[in-house]
């Protein structure tokens, strides 16, 4: 990777010099993975830290997702977003599900609460929302619609590691959520997620599912699956606990700075921090509006990468474009999704981003306008030549 290209985010690493000691620690042992010391102690450190009752690691969110939705025996449709990754859906999918796709709302690119009851079927078992870029999802309403038609709720929470809503966890809400710990996330163990459940005979059921079915030497309890995380990730992740909160310190700053920068600027949308809500500031998407900048999403993607900027379109295309997908019934219409995916552009964000590469972003963006400013002092000037003529 050349040194100088800027991406979208670049992942925070334990200082090596503490990690040395746990990876002698884990030699010595010979233990490396299946329920170690370093896996239940970084389970519950995880849970005091995110204020929820209990945790299962997994070795990565898609099969998080995945044994979620086999743990409460998931079946039939499930209604669902276009507006996130595909794992989302895939997970759907590897369970033999039929996912309904529901339009999302402009404000936060949610789930739109006021469309999922039209899409309930005699079918319909479960809601696969998504806390998109961190921003909770309508979860009252959610749950009171979930109440009314007898749903599940299983909360696709990869982006909201360490989000409260009113005080407490995001993570609290739903039948479960799970988390992706991947390299790219806000909290990383590498690869990673987890599931978060509300009692023990639900986190058992997971943690069976998890390893094979394997209650004991001689007992298969269910049809399981290794999804298991090793020891060295979770020595790790106990290490990234400590650095978490000065983490979002250095994003909340980058966020606030790109704001600033980026307000005056027509044509450019940003997201504010939803009321009530203790943000993590995993991703800073702006939507860009061609008729008022000027210049359109792609224009402004392809010129960051001129200059060596690599933004990301998350999530362009949408999930229901993809064709594994495209033919359902549910991915036709999907208007605000449509428009949100064509108007997105994820912009570089990571704690230790500088403020000089905020600075560029913002000048280069702003550098678009002039090209609409251009275009029509253009048109004016042949107008006024066209008048003379
Ligand atoms: N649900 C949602 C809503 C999700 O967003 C995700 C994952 C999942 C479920 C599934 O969770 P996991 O099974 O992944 O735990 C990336 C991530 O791979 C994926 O985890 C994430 N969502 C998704 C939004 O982003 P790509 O295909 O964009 O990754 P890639 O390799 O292009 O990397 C993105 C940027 O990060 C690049 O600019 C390079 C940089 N990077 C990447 C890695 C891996 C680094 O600087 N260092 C690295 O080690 O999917």
Not at 306 to 315: A, E, M, T, W
């Amino acid at each position: 990777m050349e040194k100088n290209k800027i991406l979208v985010t670049r992942p925070q690493l334990p200082p090596l010099q503490e990690f040395i000691p746990l990876l002698e620690d884990i030699w010595d042992s010979r233990w490396l993975t299946n329920n170690g010391k370093y896996h239940q102690e970084f389970e519950k450190a995880l849970a005091t830290f995110l204020g929820v009752p209990y945790v299962s690691l997994f070795s990565n969110g898609t099969l998080a997702l995945m044994a979620a939705l086999q743990c409460l025996k998931i079946k039939g449709e499930v209604i669902t977003t276009p507006y996130s990754f595909v794992a989302t859906t895939h997970s759907l999918w590897w369970n033999g599900i039929k996912p309904v796709f529901v339009d999302i709302e402009a404000d936060y690119c949610n789930l739109d609460i006021k469309l999922i009851e039209a899409a309930i079927t005699p079918e319909t078992t479960a809601i696969l929302p998504v806390h998109v870029y961190g921003n909770p999802c309508d979860v009252e309403e959610i749950q009171n619609l979930a109440d009314r038609y007898g749903l599940r709720v299983i909360y696709d929470a990869a982006h909201a590691f360490g989000v409260k809503y009113k005080g407490t966890s995001v993570l609290n809400y739903g039948d479960l959520s799970i988390l992706s710990f991947h390299a790219t996330k806000v909290f990383n163990t590498i690869e990673g997620g987890a599931i978060i459940c509300h009692d023990l005979k639900t986190k058992k059921r997971i943690d069976y599912l998890k390893n094979f079915g394997i209650a004991d030497e001689t007992t298969v309890v269910a049809p399981g699956i290794n999804a298991k995380m090793n020891e060295l990730q979770a020595a790790y992740g106990l290490l990234q606990l400590k650095y978490f909160d000065s983490a979002i310190d250095g994003r909340q700053h980058i966020t606030e700075k790109y704001r600033k920068g980026l307000q005056d600027i027509p044509g450019v949308r940003y997201l504010e921090n939803p009321v009530d809500v203790d943000y993590n500031y995993s991703y800073f998407p702006i939507f860009i509006d061609k008729s008022e900048l000027g210049s359109s999403r792609d224009d402004v993607y392809e010129e960051l990468k001129n200059n060596n900027i690599y933004g990301r379109r998350y999530f362009y295309p949408l999930i229901s474009e993809f064709p594994a997908y495209r033919g359902l019934p549910s991915a036709k219409g999907l208007d605000i999704a449509h428009e949100i995916s064509r108007q997105v552009i994820c912009l570089p964000l990571y704690p230790d981003l500088a403020d000089e590469v905020v600075e560029r972003i913002v000048s280069i963006i702003e550098g678009m306008v002039r090209v609409k400013a251009r275009v029509s002092h253009l048109k004016v000037y042949s107008q006024i030549k066209r008048n003379i003529e």
